[in-house]
């Protein structure tokens, strides 16, 4: 071997050793404490190399998590199936969920963190599970494992929560009479309960947590198991408690569909009363307008009565009026014919009576066989005169008779002749 070359490279050897030795780098997602040969302590919060010249260093993650659920997380901090607790009644069962809790940023708690618990496993388990655990705990002897099961499932989460962040709740015993289930009697119990301040909030003891500035930045409850014991005795109640609500409920049925069947029949009766209200008022209203009608046609009649009687008043006047107008008119005419009458002796009455008559004396006549046709002992020639002369000495005898009947002078006036 070179003797030239030895010593650079064994030289470069140690100084590697030392920067090797004398630096780290803190990854993302953690801080780091350091501690010189001096005693002096340092936290690296950000991400890169820093120097510890010779010191010694831990590694703490920003965020611890606590894994209690059914499955397993391998990238928790903390990591198990459940956490036991026993509620009021002396039930048990487990909680299942996860929490996640971020470290102090300021480099003087931090520090007191390290001194306290000295790794990332200490602050782990040795603060962050047993606070945890205790708050579930504590939460579950504040109730009986069926309010647990069946009422109180978010009361249950939010009392945890608040005593794991904020410090457990001061409690006080209280006196609660209760009935047992074996006997049927009631018991009286000291349970725990939660004391509250003037301000109406619970009341807190010291928090581990908040003493090391420690928060609880994600809290969630995900399922709960209960004893089978307390399974069978949930479910056993359970079906009591339906029965006597199924029992309570039916008869409340009963009793409503009581209510209904005498409410349905006052409706009936009700109906039934108002439809002959309802038919009487049909009735007084047809009675009314038959009425009202009547009278209508009573006032029509009586107008039309009066009108008729009105009517047989002019009637009558216009008759006598009439009959006065044809005695007068008869009066006048007679009056008017006796002048005539007396101007001319009626003589155009009697012309056309006696024309009538004489009209008459000759169409019987003609109808009479003045001639014989068969005659015995004359000649027919004298037979012929003396039937002409007797009918036209009838004629003559009969216009006679009628011109004296009817004052008829037939003869001609004599004419004063003037002599020359």
Known sequence: MNTKLFFPVAIMIAVGLLLAMSAGINDAGNRTVVQYPTGTLLVKFTPGIYM???????EYRDVLTYDYGKSNDDTASINQSGIPVRYQDGGTGKVYGKARFSLPNDEQTMLSVHKAFRSNAGVANKLIKTVTEEGMNLTAGLMSSEEAYAEKRGIYTQWASEQIAGGKYQT????ISTLDESTGKNIVKNVPVITYGKDGRPVHLKSDLKEYGISVNGFQITDWNFEQKTLNQISTKREATMAIITAKANAERAKQDAITSEEQGKANVMTAKYEKEVEKEKAIVSAEQNKAVAVIRAEQLVEVASQQRLEAEQKKLAA??????QILRGEG????KRLVMQADGALAQKLRTYET??????????????????????????SAVAGGSSAMALIDMLSVKTAKDLALDMSLPKTNVRKR
């Open 52 to 58: 510890k010249w010779f010191g010694t260093s831990t």
């Open 172 to 175: 006080e015993l209280r006196k």
């Open 320 to 325: 006598t009026e009439y009959k006065q107008e």
């Open 333 to 336: 005419d007679g009056a008017y």
């Open 357 to 382: 008559v004489m009209n008459r004396f000759a169409q019987a006549i003609e109808k009479q066989k003045w001639v014989p046709e068969v005659q015995m002992g004359m000649s027919t020639g004298g």
